[in-house]
């Protein structure tokens, strides 16, 4: 087991790795000590912003200077490859989401991470919003007790300049709004709900110039017989935010409103026999389609308290708050919707080659 302080390397100094940086920053028991790019340029300019020492241009140079953990902030398909040499190493890896964009790929993720001894957390910073703690509580507690009917709106804008570089390709991004930007409302509501064991949906692209869906339907079944609605697009104006909506089998509801998109889950209906109370979801003088830099900005206090439960998991050597199974969850709710979408009919999920932790 290592121990503190420990040497932390950043790779991908992208639009995310701000919010890695920040966090690791305030946590007294870590140390950047180094970053990565493929773009060399770019990995200085991120070292010298951030008064970081080690500016690479390979991961492979990051290990070799001596890290006890790295942050994944690539691209989707690039985050198999990062993973599987730090757990080489003998490092630790928080990655960024989605864990992969194959099942395959993650289930080798996992298993290298396990043979190698290393922790292997992904974030979905969303799950510590106060706001889906409370409502993890009420599932917990009785209030709304085991869930019977959910729903998860995903009502987006990006620009068209958005699916630039890597986004927008089966190849390069692996999906859109559905790998994307729902990845972390499926997690919530499979987080909430259980585990899913059927899944029927359809992906279409209607507005953006892009090979991957801009929009989605899909209804989920869950193990426990609940079942559950999502619908997510990237093509509306103005930019709407996210709604997670469950129903318990005490026939309370809660609604958890991300409005707008970025900014803390908030409780917006809660209501349980005669009472009801109520918060507007889009309270007036709101700015539609803010920046994403202002998006991940607002994000930067989730990754922190995510980014601290782990640095806690390896002093404690326990598992981190969200593992690389627990991120698999998301990830195979999504890939069935695109097979469904193709063969046009229900995809049952089969139980994962990698035994749950
Ligand atoms: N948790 C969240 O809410 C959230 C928000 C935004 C992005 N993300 C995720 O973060 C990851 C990065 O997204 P981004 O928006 O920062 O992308 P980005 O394009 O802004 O940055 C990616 C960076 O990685 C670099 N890179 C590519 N391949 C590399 C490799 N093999 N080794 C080292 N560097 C490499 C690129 O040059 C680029 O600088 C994605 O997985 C994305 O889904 C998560």
Known sequence: MTSPP??????????????????????PEAQIVAVCDVDATRALETADRWG????YGSVDELLA??????????????????VLAAAAAK??????KPIAIELESAERMIAACDEAGVKFGVLFQRRFWPAA???????????????????????????PAYYSAWRGTWATDGGGVLMSQAIHHIDLLQWFMGEA????????????????????????KFASGAMAAISATTAA???????????????????????????DGRITLWARGTEIGTEPVHPAGLKPNIDLSTINGQLIPHHASQIRDFVDALREDRAPAITGRDAT?????????YESSRTGRPVRLAASAVPAS
């Open 6 to 27: 420990f040497r932390v390397g950043i790779v991908g100094c992208g639009a995310i790795s701000r919010n890695h940086i920040e966090a690791f920053r305030v946590i």
């Open 52 to 55: 970081i020492d080690g500016a």
């Open 65 to 82: 200077a001596g890290v006890d953990i790295v942050s994944v902030c690539t691209p989707h398909p690039t985050h198999e490859a990062v």
């Open 91 to 96: 490092v630790h890896v928080l990655c960024e």
């Open 133 to 159: 703690q409370r409502l993890r509580r009420a599932i917990d507690d009785g209030t709304l007790g085991r869930p019977i009917l959910g729903h998860a709106s995903v009502i987006l804008h990006r620009d």
């Open 197 to 220: 064991v059927e899944v029927h949906g359809h992906v279409a692209t209607f507005r953006h110039r892009i090979e991957v869906e801009d929009t989605a339907a899909a209804v989920v």
């Open 237 to 263: 104006t103005p930019n709407l935010g996210e709604t997670i909506r469950i129903t318990g089998e005490t026939g309370a509801t809660a609604e958890l409103t991300e409005f707008p998109e970025g900014s």
């Open 329 to 337: 969850a998301a990830l195979r709710i999504l890939l069935a919707v």
